[in-house]
């Protein structure tokens, strides 16, 4: 059974500019969605997008994985007017309906998990409903205009643990067959099964309010994971924390880089100890490649703009944990691996936002011996495995 799914993302955005690709936790929006569908159980994701950038970024960043596409959506199903449904109709004929199961993902619900995806799916699969949708159990008490309690006695008000509360959609995730949608030309029709979610994730992202509390949503659910393990591989950025975060630049580009001996040193000693060492970072840079040939680190990603997806992906490949992972970033395109990492570490120098978020600051700069620092703390931490 082919099961996929289409994340429709819009160029324009009135309420919050550039929405989908602005930096939630140092990512751009819609990746948090994606993320999680490329670890669910669907066979393809595809971005459907009238933005050329999402598209070129999407093809660029999620090379690691064949689950992933990117699609142009027209200009007419991507105005201010257009329906969603409009543009689910536009892609499958761009695929030929070439699908048993369609999942739609909103970018706009970013708490939504790869269970949360599983669970629609099965709906379907296991539990022959047409479609399904994700909503959240509420116990809140609605009124209408008319001064009336719609869903509670205003005479036998009810205790919350006594009250089943009501559902409410919240526009997360929803999953259709092929044929129900075929017949009906809508997300959701037929026998339709119901996907209860946390009551954080009823948050939508239309306003700056949303978008401060689903980002603290977002940072504490990675710190609440968080456990701590022996450190068997260390991550490192590097400009920021190889380097002081300066580069000089001649005409022909990109010049010259500072890096300190002594943290090469320390990467050496911890090695010895069995500390694996990688390197993470979103510049293109060939003094980079050549200077960690030198320190003979192996695994090294360069260019890459979505860590966090990245490192899940290591980590599956190679069957690590999150909590044997020390990481060391200082700026905020770190910050959800920061949050999520067994230990995280910062230079003394790094971005406040990281530093109010890491584990451990240190007290050595970034190309003055911060990585030297953070190695002998792993090496003293792992003593007691």
């Known amino acids: 059974m ?32 994606l993320k999680e569908a490329i670890f669910s159980n669907l066979d393809e994701v595809y971005v459907f997008t009238d933005d050329i950038e999402i598209k070129s970024f999407v093809e660029k960043q999620y090379k690691w994985t064949k689950k992933v596409k990117a699609m142009l959506r027209s200009e007419d199903n991507a105005n201010d007017t257009a329906s969603t449904e409009n543009a689910l109709i536009e892609f499958n ?6 699908f048993d199961i369609l999942c739609l993902l909103q970018a706009t619900s970013p708490l939504t998990t790869y269970q949360d995806i599983n669970k629609s799916l099965y709906a379907i699969q296991n539990d022959n409903y047409d479609s399904s949708i994700t909503v959240v159990n509420t116990h809140r008490f609605t009124w209408n205009n008319d001064g009336k309690p719609l869903n509670y006695n205003l005479f036998k008000r009810p205790r919350r643990q006594d009250f089943e509360g009501l559902l409410i959609e919240n526009g997360a995730v929803y999953c259709t067959t092929k044929e129900a949608f075929v017949s009906s030309k809508n997300r959701l029709s037929g026998n339709i099964g119901i996907i209860k979610m946390p009551e954080d994730s009823l948050y939508e992202i239309d306003c700056e309010t949303d978008w401060n509390i689903v980002e603290s949503l977002l940072i504490s659910r990675l710190k609440k994971q968080k456990e701590s393990a022996k450190i068997t591989h260390l991550i490192l950025d590097v400009d920021g924390v190889f380097t ?9 580009g990109e010049h010259a880089k500072s890096f300190d001996m002594r943290d090469g040193m320390g990467l050496e000693i911890i090695r010895e100890q069995g500390v694996e060492i990688m390197v993470m970072t979103s510049e293109q840079s060939e003094l980079v490649a050549q200077r960690m040939k030198k320190l003979n680190i192996e695994n090294v990603y360069i260019g890459v703009k979505d860590k966090y997806a990245l490192l899940n992906y290591i980590l599956e490949e190679k069957s690590l944990a999150l909590a044997n992972i020390a990481y060391i970033g200082d700026d905020v395109n770190d910050l959800a691996n920061i949050s999520s990492v067994g230990w995280s570490l910062t230079p003394n120098n790094a971005t406040s936002l990281v530093k109010q978020h890491a584990d451990i600051t ?17 090496l003293n931490y792992n003593k007691r495995f």
């Open 93 to 98: 004929e761009k695929i030929n309906y070439d």
């Open 362 to 378: 240190l007290t050595k700069d970034s190309g003055n011996g911060a990585i030297r620092e953070a190695c002998e703390f792993i």
């Open 2 to 33: 082919r099961k996929i799914a289409v994340i429709p993302l819009r160029k324009g955005s009135k309420s919050i500019i550039g929405k989908n690709k602005r930096k939630m936790v140092g990512r751009p929006l819609f990746t948090w969605v």
């Open 244 to 252: 002081d975060g300066a580069i000089s630049y001649t005409k022909e």
